[in-house]
């Protein structure tokens, strides 16, 4: 999905997701409502990131199916948890290919995600991003993320609402 790309997580060890606060978040919330569960942002300086919103940093790591390691860090996760319409960042391993970049061929054609809408607070939102500016419409309301666009070769796809 070029600059961007969606991320589809499940829980396959309860056990093991219940030693994360990412992990338990996921657990609890991916079935409830069918709506998009979060979302996040790539960030090229996490640390600056963490320091301005004084936020912890995480490191994270997994290996795909065809043995290659994955590694991140994120930082935000424990407040998104509590305000899903804020967006956690995360800044990818200089050794990790981003995974937007994948080469992925659909009976849709390329894909991008074109819009994201919220329910939340957008001068909240906007002082989480620190003055970045991304194609999301907020609707006031209870932190929720309510939809994603995708735009396609072959029309728009909306996940969630």
Do not use: C
């Amino acid at each position: 999905m070029g600059g961007s790309y969606l991320e589809l997580v499940a829980v396959v060890d309860p056990t093991k997701a219940g030693e994360t606060v990412f992990g338990r978040w996921v657990e609890s919330r991916a079935s409830v409502s069918g709506r998009p569960l979060g979302w996040a942002v790539r960030t090229p300086d996490l640390d600056e990131v963490a320091r301005r919103l004084n936020l912890s940093v995480q490191t994270g790591s997994r290996t795909t199916p065809s043995g290659d390691e994955l590694r991140w860090r994120t930082a935000g996760v424990d407040q998104v948890v509590a305000e899903p319409s804020l967006p956690f960042f995360i800044e990818w391993d200089a050794k990790t290919p981003f995974p937007g970049l994948a080469a992925v061929s659909h009976r849709a054609g390329n894909a991008r995600i074109s819009r994201l809408v919220l329910d939340g607070s957008s001068s909240r939102l906007a002082e989480w991003l620190g003055g970045d500016q991304l194609p999301i419409l907020v609707n006031e309301g209870k932190p929720a993320v309510t939809a994603v666009h995708i735009s396609t070769d072959s029309g728009e796809i909306v996940l969630g609402v």
